[in-house]
T-cell receptor, first 111, second 113 residues
Framework: GEDVEQSLFLSVREGDSSVINCTYT??????LYWYKQEPGAGLQLLTY?????DMKQDQRLTVLLNKKDKHLSLRIADTQTGDSAIYFC???????????FGKGTTLSVSS | SQTIHQWPATLVQPVGSPLSLECTVE??????LYWYRQAAGRGLQLLFY??????ISSEVPQNLSASRPQDRQFILSSKKLLLSDSGFYLC????????????FGPGTRLTVT
């Protein structure tokens, strides 16, 4: 079945770059997504990438997609304490009816 | 603009009691609707999704059920709660005519005691 895997924790210092990695199994999705969850809140759509792109940049965020290896990454430049949150990678299920999420990567930013 | 509401925000219920969580969407029509559960350390688990009134698919067999009495209202229910039902319940919506991003509500924190 479909699966999305992420590392669970990442700790960085303020001002450094953060790289959050994700692997997925279903390669038929048109888009792949990154969501952010702050403590006690719902998920916020952060960015997405079209499956025929290798890279997408949006201000401090860079998404890289390696379709051959089914690997997706999110790079946050100049990480700030406000970036501390859980980050989820998401891909569609095989039926294309709903998003399947990884377990989330908890990003901790120290000053 | 579209908004999604969930209530209650928090709920503490004893084992064996019933459950009703409500989700409503404003500013769109005929959305796809979803219920997810987030348990500690386990990510998001898709529970139900609906592409229209009376069209609900269950992803995981359990003691929960979902209903969609109106186009933009999605309800999650249980007749008898279990301890394992504790978690953070998230409702989401997406545009209906294509596979697209989902937008999430603020969530309901359920603690079963």
């Amino acid at each position: 079945g479909e699966d999305v895997e992420q590392s669970l924790f990442l700790s960085v210092r303020e001002g450094d770059s953060s790289v959050i990695n994700c692997t997925y199994t279903d390669s038929s999705s048109t888009y792949l997504y990154w969501y952010k969850q702050e403590p006690g809140a719902g998920l916020q759509l952060l960015t997405y990438i079209f499956s025929n792109m290798d890279m997408k940049q949006d201000q401090r965020l860079t998404v890289l997609l390696n379709k051959k290896d089914k690997h997706l990454s999110l790079r946050i430049a100049d990480t700030q304490t406000g970036d501390s949150a859980i980050y989820f990678c998401a891909d569609f299920n095989q039926a294309g009816t709903a998003l399947i999420f990884g377990k989330g990567t908890t990003l901790s930013v120290s000053s | 603009s579209q908004t999604i509401h969930q209530w209650p925000a928090t709920l503490v219920q004893p084992v064996g009691s019933p459950l009703s969580l409500e989700c409503t969407v404003e500013g769109t029509s005929n959305p796809n609707l979803y219920w997810y559960r987030q348990a500690a350390g386990r990510g998001l688990q898709l529970l139900f999704y609906s592409i229209g009134i009376d069209q609900i698919s269950s992803e995981v067999p359990q003691n929960l059920s979902a209903s969609r009495p109106q186009d933009r209202q999605f309800i999650l229910s249980s007749k008898k709660l279990l301890l394992s039902d504790s978690g953070f319940y998230l409702c989401a919506w997406s545009v209906s005519d294509r596979a697209s991003e989902q937008y999430f509500g603020p969530g309901t924190r359920l603690t079963v005691t």
